[in-house]
């Protein structure tokens, strides 16, 4: 779910102008959950400027308070490595509590993926920064809840959208964005610097995602 059109143009803009997104030559991205594609969003490229990163920092916290306040959410949880600073920001905002998920048990017990003190039967957000399919959110809160944490809501900055997801383990994951490809779209046209054969590229990537990806050596179903 975006949280608002608005705020997800700004949030795609500052991608664009930050430089967070990389486009590719003759040879496409694959990310970890298989998808071949013409883009990359890197979003630390953003966190790294100062003005941008307030921002959109500014527009995470107030769309996200009222889901915190609603879901009586008490702790913030972010994912090794990507999610770790905005989680950290987010909860420093909120005033809550900050825990790192690692990407895979190191030693034993309860503290051997989930680093840091969470009260028993406390609900978390899970951070992160971008979503394909939703496999690697689907294995985080699985993670999770073998430590005792609820869990039902995931944050990302941003979401691909385009991908079909692998089914959200029960109870279902809801997932918030503050933009998806459909605003990182409509922002790389409005910048004007795209070269004719990146916009044929991108519009067919955006018109079939699935059929580009298979065409270029990519999965075809969520992995």
Known sequence: MIFSPTDAAHTAQALVATGAVRLAGSTPFFYTSGWASPVYVDVHALLSDVQHRAAILERLVQSVAPLVRSRGIGAIVGTESSGIALAAWLADRLGLPMLTLRKRPIGWGMQAQLQGRLPAGCKVLLVD?????????????????????????????????????????????????????????????????????????????????IDWSVAHGGTGAPA
């Open 129 to 209: 920064d971008v979503t394909t399919d939703g496999r690697s959110k689907n294995a985080a809160a699985a993670a999770l809840r073998q430590t005792g944490a609820e869990v039902a809501d995931v944050l990302v900055l941003f979401d691909y959208a385009i991908y079909p997801q692998v089914p959200p383990l029960a109870p279902p994951l809801a997932l918030h964005a503050l933009a998806s490809w459909e605003h990182l779209h409509a922002a790389l046209k409005a910048d004007g610097r795209l070269a004719e054969v990146d916009r044929r590229t991108l519009a067919d990537f955006s018109a079939a995602p």
